[in-house]
Every structure is written in structure tokens, then in C-alpha cells.
């Protein structure tokens, strides 16, 4: 009989804030955007042809006003519709300004001038909120130094570019420094601030043979480091470059638009002839047919449902990646958004993939208790460089336990460890080199639930028995929920190892399903059965074994410690600071976006579908036609840009723990 006990549970790590560790992204100032300034020029101008048109001044001073309004704010759609049209398509930026030109042919320069000056402001509100997700992919990449200090073979140093850094040089990080390159610690030991790429909130003890990463920062002592990639090659760089396509990519929504577009614009093109040309043969007036033609070109242009798109898909991006989530593409954020079943991985996904000491075992009315078993193992385990030994130091450490230094270490791979420990001799290995004597049934225990079991010995009799695992991230539970309540669909666990391991996880989880001992194709088979009955499923992982989920689901999200340049390069979106708890966040956010999409595209179709048929059946001003059509393009616009806020990101982050909006 054996008398178990549990050791208290690990402290958790302090929650991590909206900007916890992550970089300081340089913010472009609205007026830096070109299309900004040219567009403020013409509001400019239009104000001053305005005033000077009320003040009874001469008609060409604010005729002359208003023709550099349309300079200001028309050349550039202008010469985008002419490239265009030189490439035998017909661009929606051409028709508004042909649409402007021809209100000044009769007479009506005022109304045409406010269609520039409100088709640059919605031009210059979408660049505006492109701007912005790229300064929240580009921000990544002022993580690393520009320099650093290469030590030469002699030991002399020398201050080089840190793209001038070639594998297995070594540079010489000093306190306090920035690392330039990812490596490996040859010399020197030091604490070293990873939040920026692990997410971690303490910093990581480094010493001889630790990995380290370019752009995470130095602590107080001095660190030599072999170099192991080029700058372009760093996580900081693969990152970077795997979601800067982000503001060129286009969703299918929008490429859709496009698609129907060029066929919409000859359309509106035919259809103002036809209304130019027959109210004029049937006796109508040249300048009632010609303004009747203008206004319908304004209002029948599909921009507003062009902009109705992008801005929203945009934003989703900007903010996630301002909160840590890198989505790579507007695509992406749909795909998300259609999110109906997630599968995770459990190592390095739902567990840090770091060894924790979950239970002891002692021998019922045996002569220790389990802490005193926990402190003749964390003695003899003291040298030891193995992750299970390290698990023990770091439990005893985390309960307050002291323990006598050991002699006579000897460690043994594949056996375990021997030392000396109060005079007594300790030995603590494995049950199948170490017989467990009492203990075989706790042993056996501890193995049906998925541990490794660790026997300790005193003079060759088995005083206890530990039971290590893979600590599961403290908030693997809580995100489990949130998707489970998000989506609608409980998770799915599929993983590599074996039944008992992947269970014990899926039970402090709360996942029902799972699927253990999975091949790599084998979890793509899974996600493609899963699409083959109606899911769309979003795979969430970290390893190179993952990497064929996260092809096959329709969203794959890579945790941000994951070192494998394929699974960052298949997957969809990439969460920097490895906080789990992001993925419900950033599927309701695209959900949120996906709404905001289907709202701007009614709102702006509902406008075009009243204003086309109120110039057909009857007269529409010019005026009230500009400021209804181009008022609603602003109006979609603006509607998008909402989804940049902060606010945006808390509300989808309650959206995903409670379903209410």
C-alpha cells in the first residue's frame, strides 16, 4: 500500500498585459501617408474656392480654386485609372473623376470638386488603416540591433552590422544589450528578457549551450554566442516576413469585387450613355441629359462597396497584431472568422513542453514522508543536467524545501543518478533499472495516467516514487472553454503520444475527444474528415509534426515559441507571445470583422440600389447624389476603422468567454 499525496500546484505566472512584452511599434502619423496630404490639400482648396464663391468675389478666383481642388485630390486616381485603362480595364477611380470633369462641363465645378475632395478622404482612410498593420508587422523588425560586436579569432573585438554576421562567428553581448543573432551561448551565463518572442514574463537563465534570439535583451552578465542565422534567417525576420504580406493580400470577398468590378464599370459606362443619349433624342435638354448622365455615374460607382471590404479585414489585423496575433493575410481573417471546430496539439501547445513533478508516492507506513522523499531526490538530482531532475529541483524550490548538499554524484544515462546524502546512499532512476518493491503498483499507476515514474532509493531500499509530466499551461483550461463557446464545436486533442499521456492532459483541459498515438498525415486525415463533413477547422500547434494539420484546416495558427520554419510558413497566423489564450480572442475579433464586412455591404448597396432608382424615376440633385454616395463610402470606411481600437480586441475577448456580443 502506498500512501500518495499531491504537491501543491505550481504558482502560476502573472497574467500577461495588453502589452507585455511586445515591441514598440512605431506608429505612421496620418499626414506622413501622401495620400493624406494631397487629400487635405484639396479639403483645403474646396474650403477656400468655397468661401471665396460666397463672398461674391470674380467667378474665376473660385473657379481657379476649385480646378486646383481637383489637381490635388484627382491626379493620382486619375493616373491610376489611366494605368489602368492602358492595361484594357476600366478602374473605378477613373469613372469618379470622369464623373467630377463632366459636373464642371456644366457648370457644376462645386459638386464635382466635393466628389474629390470625399473620394480622396476614403482613399486616404484605407491607406491610413494599411499603414497601420504595417507598422504592426514592421515593429517586429526593430526588435534586433542594427550592430554588433563580433569577436575576431585572436579575441580581438570589432563593431560590425549585424546583417554582416555569418554563422558560427561569435559576438560578445555585454549587459544590458540587445542580442543581434540568434545563437548558442558558448561562454558567460546571464538572464535574458525573451518576452518579445516567447512570451515569457520572467527572464530565462542562460548559460553554456542555451539558445538565444536575436532581438530579446541581455541581462547582467556577459554572454559569447555562436551565431547559428543570418539576420534574414532570425525568428524575429522569418516572423516578420511571413505576415508582411498581410496589407498585399487580398481576401476573396474583395478579389470577388474585383472580379465583377471591371464588368460593373463597363456597365455603368453603357448605362450613363444610354441615359445621356436617349432622353436626348426624345427632346431633352443637353445640359438636363448630360447632369442626369453625371449623376448617375456618381452614384451607380461601386466604391463604396470596393471599400466596404478591405478597411474592416485591415484593422482585424492591425489590432491582433498590436495584442500579439501576426495574421498573415485578409484571407486568414476570414477563415477564422468561419471557424466551427478547432483541433489542438498538446506538447508545446496545451503544455509548455517542460517537465513537472505532479504527484509522490510513498510507502504506506514507510519511514518518510513525501517531502522528505522529494528532498533526498532534489539532493541527488541537484548536479544533474536531465529535464526530469531539473522538474524535481524546481518542485522541492517551489514548496520551500531544504536538502544537504550531495557528494559522490554519479550520473548515469539511462539509469538515473547516485550520490551520497546524509550518509545515506540515494539513488533515483528508473523502475525498470531500479526495482520498485513496494511501490510497483503506484508505479504502475503513475504510468496508466501518463507520467514517468521516477523511483528514489536509500541504501538500496525504495522509499518513494515520483510521478512527472508535462506541465499543462494554466490557461489551456480556459481557452478550451472559450472555443468550445465560441465556436459552438468542442476541441478535438490530436497528438503523437501515447492514450494515457494525451488523456490526463485532455481531462485537465476539459476535452473530451482525442486522438493519440497520430502521425503527422494522420492529423491532416483527421482535419480533412472533419472538412469532409460540413467543419470548417482551425489547427492550432508548434512542432514540424503539426505542420500537415495546419496545411489541410482552412486556419492554421502557430504558437510563437515553435523554432520550425515550416510550421511558421504554413500556418495562417502566428501568436508571438505564445499566450493561448489569444486564439478564441482572435477568432471572435474576425468574426466581429466578418460582421462589420457583411454590414458596410449592405449599407453601401441599400445607398447605390435608393440613388440610382431615385435619378431613373426621378431627379436626383448632383449635390445630394455626391454627398449620399461618396457620404456612404466614408461612412463603410470609418465603420472598419472602428475594429483598430483597443476596445475592439477586449470586446472580442468577452465575446469569446461568454458568446454575447
Known amino acids: 500500500m502506498v500512501a500518495p499525496e499531491t504537491p501543491a500546484p505550481p504558482q502560476q505566472s502573472p497574467p500577461r498585459g495588453p502589452g507585455a512584452g511586445s515591441p514598440r511599434t512605431r506608429r505612421t502619423p496620418l499626414f506622413a501617408l501622401p495620400e493624406a496630404r494631397w487629400a487635405a490639400a484639396a479639403v483645403v482648396l474646396f474650403a477656400l474656392g468655397a468661401?471665396?464663391?460666397?463672398?461674391?468675389?470674380?467667378?474665376?478666383?473660385?473657379?481657379?480654386?476649385?480646378?486646383?481642388?481637383?489637381?490635388?485630390?484627382?491626379?493620382?486616381?486619375?493616373?491610376?485609372?489611366?494605368?489602368?485603362?492602358?492595361?484594357?480595364?476600366?478602374?473605378?477611380?477613373?469613372?469618379?473623376?470622369?464623373?467630377?470633369?463632366?459636373?464642371?462641363s456644366i457648370g457644376q465645378i462645386t459638386d464635382g470638386a466635393l466628389l474629390i475632395i470625399i473620394f480622396a478622404t476614403s482613399g486616404a482612410l484605407e491607406s491610413f488603416a494599411t499603414a497601420r498593420t504595417e507598422d504592426s508587422v514592421r515593429g517586429l523588425l526593430d526588435l534586433a540591433p542594427?550592430?554588433?560586436?563580433?569577436?575576431?579569432?585572436?579575441?580581438?573585438?570589432?563593431?560590425?552590422?549585424?546583417?554582416?554576421?555569418?554563422?558560427?562567428?561569435?559576438?560578445?553581448?555585454?549587459?544590458?544589450?540587445?542580442?543581434?543573432?540568434?545563437?548558442?551561448?558558448v561562454r558567460g551565463s546571464s538572464e535574458v528578457d525573451q518576452a518579445t518572442i516567447t512570451g515569457e514574463p520572467l527572464p530565462a537563465d542562460k548559460t553554456g549551450g542555451d539558445e538565444v534570439f536575436a532581438g530579446t535583451l541581455n541581462g547582467t552578465g556577459a554572454l559569447q554566442i555562436r551565431v547559428a542565422q543570418r539576420a534574414e534567417g532570425t525568428v524575429v525576420a522569418r516572423i516578420g516576413a511571413l505576415v508582411d504580406r498581410a496589407t498585399r493580400t487580398k481576401a476573396r470577398t474583395q478579389l470577388f469585387i474585383d472580379r465583377i468590378e471591371q464588368r460593373y464599370s463597363i456597365g455603368v459606362v453603357v448605362a450613363t450613355l444610354a441615359v445621356f443619349a436617349v432622353p436626348l433624342a426624345l427632346g431633352e435638354s443637353l445640359q438636363d441629359s448630360l447632369l442626369r448622365?453625371?449623376?448617375?455615374m456618381i452614384v451607380a460607382s461601386p466604391c463604396a462597396v470596393v471599400l466596404a471590404t478591405m478597411p474592416p479585414l485591415l484593422a482585424a489585423i492591425a489590432n491582433a497584431g498590436r495584442h500579439g496575433v501576426l495574421v498573415k493575410s485578409a484571407v486568414a481573417v476570414e477563415q477564422l472568422a468561419g471557424?466551427?471546430?478547432?483541433v489542438f496539439d498538446k506538447t508545446g501547445?496545451?503544455?509548455?513542453?517542460?517537465?513537472?513533478?505532479?504527484?509522490?508516492?510513498?510507502?504506506?507506513?514507510?519511514?518518510?514522508?513525501?517531502?522528505?522523499?522529494?528532498?533526498?531526490?532534489?539532493?541527488?538530482?541537484?548536479?544533474?543536467?536531465?529535464?526530469?531532475?531539473?522538474?524535481?529541483?524546481?518542485?522541492?524550490?517551489?514548496?520551500g524545501i531544504t536538502y544537504p548538499a550531495a557528494t559522490e554524484f554519479t550520473a548515469q544515462p539511462g539509469r538515473g543518478v547516485r550520490a551520497r546524502v546524509d550518509g545515506h546512499r540515494i539513488a533515483v532512476g528508473s523502475p525498470a533499472v531500479h526495482a520498485p518493491g513496494p511501490l510497483g503498483a503506484a508505479v504502475a499507476d503513475l504510468q496508466a495516467e501518463g507520467c514517468s515514474a521516477v523511483v528514489v532509493l536509500r541504501d538500496g531500499e525504495p522509499v518513494g516514487a515520483l510521478g512527472i509530466a508535462d506541465r499543462v499551461r494554466p490557461e489551456a483550461a480556459a481557452t478550451t472553454a472559450a472555443v468550445a463557446h465560441r465556436t459552438g464545436g468542442s476541441p478535438i486533442l490530436l497528438t503523437g503520444d501515447d492514450a494515457a499521456a494525451a488523456t490526463r492532459v485532455a481531462e485537465r483541459v476539459g476535452i473530451r475527444d482525442v486522438r493519440a498515438g497520430l502521425l503527422p498525415e494522420d492529423k491532416a486525415e483527421v482535419v480533412g474528415r472533419l472538412q469532409a463533413s460540413g467543419a470548417s477547422v482551425t489547427a492550432v500547434g508548434d512542432g514540424i509534426n503539426d505542420a500537415p494539420a495546419l496545411a489541410a484546416a482552412d486556419a492554421g495558427v502557430a504558437m510563437g515559441g515553435t523554432r520550425s520554419d515550416l510550421t511558421l510558413q504554413t500556418a495562417d497566423a502566428v501568436i508571438?507571445?505564445?499566450?493561448?489564450?489569444?486564439?478564441?480572442?482572435?477568432?471572435?475579433?474576425?468574426?466581429?470583422?466578418?460582421?462589420?464586412?457583411?454590414?458596410?455591404?449592405?449599407?453601401?448597396?441599400?445607398?447605390?440600389?435608393?440613388?440610382?432608382?431615385?435619378?431613373?424615376?426621378?431627379?436626383?440633385?448632383?449635390?445630394?447624389?455626391?454627398?449620399?454616395?461618396?457620404?456612404?463610402?466614408?461612412?463603410?470606411?470609418?465603420?472598419?476603422?472602428?475594429?483598430?481600437?483597443?476596445?475592439a480586441w477586449r470586446r472580442a475577448g468577452r465575446e469569446a468567454r461568454t458568446g454575447s456580443r
Not at 80 to 92: E, H, I, N, S
Not at 154 to 176: I, K, N, S
Not at 293 to 296: E, I, K, N, R, T
Not at 339 to 342: E, G, K, L, N, W
Open 339 to 342: 471557424t466551427s471546430r478547432v
Open 146 to 185: 542594427e550592430s554588433a560586436t563580433r569577436l575576431r579569432p585572436d579575441g580581438a573585438e570589432e563593431r560590425v552590422a549585424v546583417a554582416e554576421l555569418a554563422p558560427g562567428d561569435t559576438v560578445l553581448v555585454r549587459p544590458g544589450e540587445q542580442i543581434g543573432a540568434d545563437g548558442v551561448v
Open 349 to 399: 501547445t496545451l503544455t509548455a513542453g517542460t517537465p513537472e513533478l505532479v504527484r509522490i508516492s510513498t510507502v504506506e507506513g514507510g519511514p518518510m514522508s513525501a517531502d522528505r522523499v522529494l528532498a533526498l531526490a532534489a539532493a541527488a538530482e541537484h548536479a544533474s543536467e536531465h529535464p526530469l531532475a531539473t522538474a524535481v529541483v524546481q518542485a522541492a524550490a517551489r514548496r
Open 576 to 647: 508571438v507571445r505564445d499566450d493561448l489564450t489569444t486564439v478564441p480572442t482572435v477568432i471572435a475579433l474576425a468574426r466581429r470583422a466578418h460582421r462589420t464586412v457583411v454590414a458596410n455591404l449592405v449599407l453601401a448597396g441599400t445607398c447605390i440600389a435608393v440613388l440610382v432608382l431615385w435619378d431613373l424615376v426621378g431627379t436626383l440633385p448632383l449635390p445630394l447624389a455626391v454627398a449620399g454616395h461618396e457620404g456612404s463610402t466614408i461612412l463603410v470606411a470609418l465603420n472598419g476603422l472602428r475594429l483598430l481600437r483597443g476596445a
Open 293 to 296: 448622365a453625371m449623376v448617375l
Open 51 to 104: 468661401l471665396l464663391q460666397v463672398t461674391g468675389v470674380p467667378a474665376w478666383t473660385w473657379w481657379g480654386a476649385y480646378l486646383v481642388c481637383y489637381l490635388a485630390g484627382g491626379w493620382q486616381p486619375a493616373l491610376a485609372g489611366l494605368q489602368a485603362l492602358r492595361d484594357r480595364t476600366l478602374d473605378v477611380d477613373l469613372l469618379m473623376v470622369v464623373a467630377a470633369l463632366g459636373a464642371a
